[in-house]
């Protein structure tokens, strides 16, 4: 068994045996089967000695059918992550507002899951996400509470019409990068007053490329028609927002200086409403 004092067994990332969790009553009894206990603390933390750091920091994580519009940290309260294991990879889903301490002892008195892990990439998309809660792009108010006010036909609103275009492309789609009068926070008033929008969908190009460029290309396609039924009044003139451009993009491509520029848009708007949770496996 581990010792309760500095130690190296555990890493941010690792997952707690199923035994273990359950002794250290963190398991919905309705769910346990289809849980992941998750352990979120930073490597340094999980190292320094119990004085210094006494509790560990975990989320406890359910299993999902695959990837969705949460992959990457492209939602700040709600990640979609990968897993990989010998049969396969593995998707959980984690909330943020589900991370909980637990005395760094109990953890240590217990190993790491042996049969799971994440992989280099997965490390740094969780830390990243992580990181994003407390690091978060802050839009005007104005700009945001027009992307909420437009009415379109049909039962999905306007910000629910994004999610479900990102959603399709999930597993491939990065981040959407906003270039917002060109970085200057505005608060605009009239409706006349428009706000200048670039986008940009940025794709990963470790996987399959060709794939997640298609991707991404469609998600810009279905973004520049989406924005123009909102915005466009048709005979040249916006209203509330003009999009001047929305391009896909390669995570290879883009320089550090555009990366500094631009901001990253997260559907924090999953926040404001209820959304149905993605279907459970079923076991």
């Known amino acids: 068994m581990a010792g309760t004092d500095r130690q190296f067994s555990w890493r941010q990332g690792d997952v707690l045996t199923h035994q273990a969790a359950s002794e250290l009553d963190l398991l919905p009894p309705e769910l346990d089967d289809q849980c992941f206990v998750v352990v979120v603390s930073h490597d340094c933390d999980l190292t320094a000695v119990v004085e210094k750091e ?3 920091e975990i989320i406890v994580g359910k299993r999902i059918d695959r990837l969705g519009a949460d992959s990457f940290g492209k939602t700040a309260r709600r990640l979609h992550i990968e897993y990989q294991s010998e049969d396969g990879p593995i998707a959980l889903e984690l909330m943020a507002t589900s991370k909980r301490a637990i005395p760094k002892p109990a953890l240590f008195a217990t190993n790491p899951r042996q049969d799971i892990r994440l992989d280099g990439r997965g490390t740094g998309i969780l830390q990243r996400w992580l990181a994003s809660r407390y690091h978060r792009a802050a839009f005007p108010e104005a700009f945001e509470d027009r992307l909420r006010a437009v009415v379109l036909p049909g039962k999905r609103d306007f910000l629910k019409r994004i999610e479900i275009i990102l959603a399709t ?22 409706a006349e007053d428009v706000y200048q929008l670039g986008i940009i969908v940025l794709y990963d190009s470790t996987m399959d490329e060709p794939t997640a ?18 915005f466009d ?9 003009c999009l001047l451009y929305c391009d896909p993009m390669s995570d290879s491509a883009i320089t550090v200086a555009q990366r500094e520029t631009l901001k ?20």
């Open 54 to 56: 006494p509790d560990a």
């Open 169 to 190: 492309g999930g597993d491939h789609i990065r981040a959407l990068l906003f270039d917002l009068d060109e970085g200057k926070v505005i608060e605009r008033k009239a």
């Open 213 to 230: 460029a298609g991707a991404a290309a469609k998600a810009a396609e279905d973004l520049e028609e989406l924005f123009a039924t909102a």
């Open 233 to 241: 009044l048709g005979d040249g003139g916006w209203k509330n927002l």
């Open 264 to 283: 990253q848009w997260r559907l924090e708007h999953m926040s404001l409403q209820v959304d149905p949770p993605q279907p459970m496996v079923t076991p």
